[in-house]
């Protein structure tokens, strides 16, 4: 069994200001894992993923995220918030390809100028 | 790029009325996830269906049911609607060949169902 756990429901971040939403899971298998971004009445793309290899991943719009294993974690970071980044984000996990994805409960994020 | 197309992207219903959702995945895809969103709430997965069997199931009212008919496209069929199922549908789908299983899952647009 999966379970996702975001630690802030909104997050408020100035305009070229550091961009930082924490994603925590709990998987008994190696997991696969998830940033999906929904905008406003859309449907959720996929900004990016682990699977394996380097922890380290870059996404679309200049984010990217950390797998760390030790501290069951894959928070998202983007040095420097855009506008356009105003958005609802969630993380998800899976245990294999072909398997159901299970979300976190998403982060809101507001972007001030 | 095609992406998933779902139909209708809007749905106004009464209660006890019954739906259907469509969902058409990715060319090549033959894996495909349904997913609840109501207001406000993350995501919760349905069922899911490879190569036209259910391989999976979630918090699926015994109200709904759904299949992935030989084109790969899938049906969510909701009977006896109820004021609780007004949310957004989400379908997604994946290629699951076992030669080329891949684990990310593309979303459709989602079709918004209001039941009054």
């Known amino acids: 069994a999966q379970s996702v756990t975001q630690l802030g429901s909104h997050v408020s971040v100035s305009e070229g200001a550091l961009v930082l939403l924490r994603c925590n899971y709990s998987?008994?298998?190696?997991?696969?894992l998830f940033w999906y971004v929904q905008y406003p009445n859309q449907g959720l793309q996929l900004l990016l993923k682990?699977?394996?290899?380097?922890?380290l991943v870059k996404g679309i719009n200049g984010f990217e995220a950390e797998f760390k294993k030790s501290e069951t974690s894959f928070h998202l970071t983007k040095p420097s918030a855009h506008m356009s980044d105003a958005a609802e984000y969630f993380c998800?996990?899976?245990?294999?390809?072909?398997?159901?994805?299970?979300f976190g409960g998403g982060t809101r994020v507001l972007v001030k100028p | 790029a095609a992406g998933v197309i779902q139909s209708p992207r809007h749905l106004i219903k009464e209660k006890r009325e019954t739906a259907t959702l469509k969902c058409y995945p990715i060319?090549?895809?033959?894996?495909v996830y349904w997913y609840q969103q109501g207001p406000g709430q993350d995501p919760q997965f349905l069922i899911s269906?490879?190569?036209?069997?259910?391989?999976d199931k979630g918090s699926i009212p015994d109200r709904f049911s759904a299949q992935q008919f030989s084109d790969y496209h899938s049906e969510l069929n909701m009977s006896s609607l109820e004021l609780g199922d007004s949310a957004l549908y989400f379908c997604?789908?994946?290629?699951?060949?076992?030669?080329?299983?891949?684990?990310?899952?593309?979303f459709g647009p989602g079709t918004r169902l209001l039941v009054l």
């Open positions: 682990y699977t394996t290899g380097a922890t």
């Open positions: 998800a996990v899976s245990g294999a390809a072909g398997n159901k994805l299970t």
């Open positions: 269906f490879y190569e036209k069997m259910q391989s």
């Open positions: 998987s008994s298998v190696p997991p696969y």
């Open positions: 060319p090549r895809h033959d894996t």
């Open positions: 997604a789908s994946s290629p699951g060949l076992a030669a080329y299983k891949e684990e990310t899952q593309y």
